[in-house]
């Protein structure tokens, strides 16, 4: 079965430090695909980031990275000098590869997420 | 594009009523999935589709709840009789096959 742990319920830091976020995961596949979403105040879900399991190359987008090490089964997100508006709920997810005749499709599993509030 | 529509953005009902939630797909995508947020069981899968076609449901907590897609553009998902434990947000999200990605702004749906 796939699981997704976000051991931090919820963190708090001073505007302009840096803060990582951790997900670890379970999964029987050897083909998977990790996601990050963010879910501010007023609610929607925003997709920031897809990675598979073959490509473990760390990714940078602007203030923001991610960490993927398939030893530790980790996939873990930083931000860098972080700034009030980051303050959100972030869920981790891991989806899981159904083939269906010729084609694949994801199904995610989700973490339980982590409150991050930036104090300013 | 404008996304994955929801409507209506909030709900609120009373117990016994029959509540009906819509979705509008990103134009293109293959699939289409319903999710349900709480506080107790954070973001669960309900129900995803493919060409129209329902492909699971397992996540569907109870014959109250009924989903469909009558076209590529819109699908629909039904709680009749609602009840209180039914409060929730409820997400739709479409997906151009293997890329997955895009959520609605979800409903707030409040069962008195």
């Known amino acids: 079965a796939q699981k997704v742990t976000q051991a931090q319920t919820e963190i708090s830091v001073v505007e302009k430090e840096d803060v990582t976020l951790d997900c670890v995961y379970e999964t029987r596949d050897t083909t998977y695909y990790l996601f990050w979403y963010k879910q501010p105040p007023s609610g929607e879900l925003v997709f920031l980031i897809r990675r598979n399991s073959f490509d473990e190359q760390n990714e940078i987008s602007g203030r923001y990275s991610w960490n993927f090490q398939k030893s530790t089964s980790s996939f873990n997100f930083t931000i860098t000098a972080s700034q009030v508006v980051d303050s959100a709920v972030y869920f981790c997810?891991?989806?899981?590869?159904?083939?269906?005749?010729?084609?694949?499709?994801?199904?995610?599993?989700f973490g339980t997420g982590t409150r991050l509030t930036i104090i300013p | 594009d404008a996304g994955v529509i929801q409507s209506p953005r909030h709900e609120v009902t009373e117990m016994g009523q029959e509540v009906t939630l819509r979705c509008k797909p990103i134009s293109g995508h293959d699939y289409l999935f319903w999710y349900r947020q709480t506080m107790m069981r954070g973001l669960e899968l309900l129900i995803y589709f493919n060409n129209n076609v329902p492909i699971d449901d397992s996540g569907m907590p109870e014959d109250r709840f009924s989903a469909k897609m009558p076209n590529a553009s819109f699908s629909t998902l039904k709680i009749q009789p609602s009840e209180p434990r039914d409060s929730a947000v409820y997400f739709c999200?479409?997906?151009?096959?293997?890329?997955?990605?895009?959520f609605g702004a979800g409903t707030r749906l409040s069962v008195l």
């Open positions: 999200a479409s997906s151009p096959g293997l890329f997955f990605g895009y």
């Open positions: 997810a891991l989806s899981e590869a159904i083939k269906i005749s010729n084609f694949g499709n994801e199904k995610l599993t």
